[in-house]
């Protein structure tokens, strides 16, 4: 069905629970791991997983209507420009809108930040059978808020431990954990930066506070790889996606999803009443 | 652009504010009214739509962001089977799912039956720049609310007007209301749920419940025509879309939508910053 090897994908993004410190900067940012095309092969790769990536997303909807439990939760994670929008609409797009829940997490307002870090997030964890999307996630509260001191240092510390903690409740109540960091070089947001500058259908996505956010690069990398290493647990792994290349982190991101509907085997949900008894109602009716 | 004129469509379809009793048996649910076409056109049609649709979209997702108050809520009802999932597959995921806002309205729980009907309702509505589309709505609590006595007649009276009053509300605050009711026979849901019996994939879109409202259709069938009078507004007009094919239903909505769109006559969001000091701080900035 594809050309590559789905497994070869998804295993070169992992980073292997147990791995200790994470060195960002060896990981190459405009590299496709576990794929040998180019960018046409690619998006023709992505396109090709499209209709079995629709299919199983039906079945875990039609399950999660027919009682199971079990979900997804794409968590994206990364710098300004990384491509976190473009996941959702290139990916996430190519299967049904119905069973997708997308979150997109700003600032936190004054009723959020007068509740524990989890609770807004908490409240957008998506229902049983569908594929939930966090655009930006609790990972800020680790990231930002630690470069920014934006808590105090047991404060962040704390939440490391609580987030292990929370993912593993969320992973044994059913819910597959995929989180993603999209990891692009400094050089490549300058780039992608520079060129809104130059589109004007592109001014809005522009944000000075952007720039002075990129003016801390190594600090945000350092939280990053202080976050990953922390949280890279069995239930809940980290992948760390190159995201130069526009069409490599879309079929990434398609691939980790596939990769996790595969898993849960899914069939459809078997009549919970008698069919023949249905059809007979239905072809012995009164006139309406 | 299109090989049709996209507001013979839309017209045929709306129901004239003003407009007293209403005969649902009197409007063909086989038609493709304001289309010539096959189809094989009409499907092609809609894909014909879809760019500019989705750069519209964005267009208006881009004017939230930068402090517009402009969305679009579509609400969908329709007899079980009429195809509000299809649409949302169909013509609703042809846009951007980040822009999109889809709320599937079941059954009230104990919490929202504890406050006034249009608290959930209202809780639903999309932000400022986003599609919001309510698959099935408020107007359960005057359809199935009146056909199965859900609540006493006076409250259902007082309810055409709160709903008036409140989608009055939503539109001088800048939302765009377009209300569908998908339009099918009582003989084409008759073959859906003979087909959904007839295909194991299918069991868990089946409910013996659905039956037993078919076996109200008569009743329901008057319960949409009063509460389209009745709450056909101008603000918030109504639509009856014929839903027996498939392809012109979701052609129809995509073209409503389209409609909407290019009445905003939307442009992009200026620059609210200054682009060259921007380009300046970008090309200047020290080594990171």
Redesign the interface.
Known sequence: MTAFALSDLTTSLRIPPGTGAIDLSAIETNAAPGFDGDKKAGEAALLALAPELADLQERLF??G??GGRRNILLVLQGMDTSGK?GT??ST??LV???G?R?T?FKAPTREELAHDFLWRITKALPEVGMLGVF?RSHYEDVLIARVRELAPKDEIERRYDAINAWEAELAAEGTTIIKCMLHIS?AEQ?ER??AR?DD??K????N?GD?DE??L??AYQEAYEIAIARTNTKVAPWHVVPADKKWYRNLAIGTLLLDALRSFDLG????D?D?EH??R???D?KP?
Chains 1, 2 share one sequence.
């Open positions: 039609a399950e209507r027919a929008g959702l609409r996430v797009g049904d809108p119905q997708v997308i997109s655009d400094a300058k930066l520079l500058l004007e259908t001014y809005w996505k522009y000075p720039v990129r003016e690069w190594p459809w949900p078997p009549a009443f069919v249905e059809k109602r239905l072809l009716e309406l």
